[in-house]
């Protein structure tokens, strides 16, 4: 199938080369004209495991790619995604739908005879009602038909989790395009995805639903930890005793920082947005939102009392500051809070993350980055364990310190505290 792909973010690249992979023709377009010539040169904006040899395989194949023309590329294609930003708004909680929406306007005076249009962004519930009001504008309903089919995509494992998806949504309330849609899919429902139709808006609405409740199990074993570190009990035996009850399952079940990324806090905050406009009050989830928020704050608490409170002038080490493992996604990482709230407080901040520098820290004051684990480690009072790369879970600790011995803060429990302690390190974590 002729497919395009409007928005080269996350979503759409990612999707985008996948569909390819699956030999289908793909054009990605983005206006963003470095973005684009980036990529047809085989440079990747976004750090995605396996990710560029998946582009560069098929751009030489000429299964994908790349353009600026979205008139043009509309035109050519038989399904159109769109796969731009549905960021929170810079004044509220709610969705900003201004890039679907200006968009949808240019797509709907560029088709030229029947075209799927496929909302892929994370969009409240009735955004395809109002773009199908766009498109009658200056379209016969019969020329066009409005799906939303969300992503489920993690970062750090999304091509797998787009090749081998736990489901495929497909919204709609036209018989031919869901038809179309799922003969696309086709090959990955035969490896055994299930494969979900229901109207377009139970499909905008079980993205957000679905983040929403992996939020809240973060949230709760996170608030379960707080209550183990008070009582002296092992956070892991919980998160493990619970796991084990098939109804609840162990995955999202690990204590530690708060949950960041680009999906979490504003759909969150997008879900209660829009149970306050249907006069519903989501009050659980505007309870994970608030004690979300809190557990930054919470464990740089932490951090001054492991220090005794004498922050000024210590070398404080960040081991990852991403906001997972995987992945040089920085948004809401708990490390945006705590690394200038440190330095404020007169501490020397070097990190390490696998993914390099971070110009998010650039303008703060004593903020280093480290090219090594080894040299972010030389001098350091305090080591943090803030992101669970693999890279960080084998350290042999003792071999790397020179001189006095630090103090390890594990935010992950990645490491057997038994082991730590035995030698010689003081060691503190999470629950």
Not at 286 to 313: A, F, G, P
Not at 386 to 393: L, R, S, V
Request: aromatic residues 10%.
């Amino acid at each position: 199938m002729k497919l395009c792909m409007i928005g080269t973010g996350y979503v759409g690249l990612v999707s985008g080369v996948c569909f390819a992979d699956l030999g289908n023709d793909v054009i990605c377009v983005d206006k963003n004209i470095d973005k684009i010539n980036n990529l047809s040169n085989g440079k990747i904006p976004i750090y995605e495991p396996g990710l560029s040899e998946l582009v560069i395989k098929n751009f030489k194949n000429k299964k994908l790619k790349f353009s600026t023309n979205l008139k043009k590329s509309v035109k050519e294609s038989d399904i159109i995604f769109i796969c731009v930003g549905t960021p929170t708004k810079k004044d509220g909680s709610s969705a900003d739908l201004s890039q679907i929406f200006n968009v949808s306007k240019e797509i709907s005076s560029s088709i030229n005879k029947f075209k799927i249009i496929v909302t892929k962004s994370t969009v409240p519930v009735t955004t395809g009602d109002q773009i199908e009001k766009i498109f009658l504008k200056k379209n016969n309903r019969k020329n066009f038909a409005i799906i939303s089919n969300p992503e489920f995509l993690r970062e750090g494992e999304a091509i797998r989790d787009f090749i081998y998806p736990d489901r495929i949504v497909v919204g709609s309330n036209d018989k031919r395009s869901s038809r179309i849609l799922k003969n696309l899919y086709s090959p990955l429902i035969s490896k055994g995805a299930s494969y979900l139709h229901t109207s377009r808006r139970a499909a905008e609405l079980i993205k957000y639903a679905s983040n929403s409740f992996l939020a809240t199990k973060i949230t709760f074993i996170n608030e379960m930890a707080n209550l183990c570190e008070k009582i002296g009990v092992n956070i892991e035996d919980i998160s493990i005793g619970m796991g084990l009850d098939k109804r609840i399952g162990s995955r999202f079940l690990r204590a530690g920082p708060a949950y960041g990324g680009s999906c979490f806090p504003k759909d969150t905050k997008a879900i209660t947005s829009t149970a306050d406009k249907f006069k519903t009050n989501l009050s659980v989830v505007k309870s994970v939102i608030k004690s979300n928020e809190n557990r930054s704050t919470l464990l740089l608490n932490r951090v001054y009392e492991i220090l005794n409170k004498k922050i000024k002038n210590k070398t404080i080490t960040f081991l990852g500051v991403t906001f997972k493992a995987n992945t040089d996604d920085m948004r809401d990482s708990s490390s945006l809070k705590m690394i200038p709230a440190l330095s404020k407080k007169g501490a020397k901040i070097k990190y390490f993350d696998p993914t390099g520098y971070k110009k998010e820290f650039s303008k703060i004051k004593n903020v280093f980055n480290s090219l090594s684990i080894k040299d972010s480690l030389q001098g350091s009072d305090l080591v943090i364990i803030h992101t669970e790369w693999n890279d960080f879970k084998s350290i042999n600790f003792k071999s790397l310190y020179k001189g006095k011995k630090f103090i390890i803060y594990d935010m992950r429990n990645i490491y057997s505290p038994k082991k730590i302690k035995e030698q010689g390190f003081r060691y503190y974590s999470i629950g």
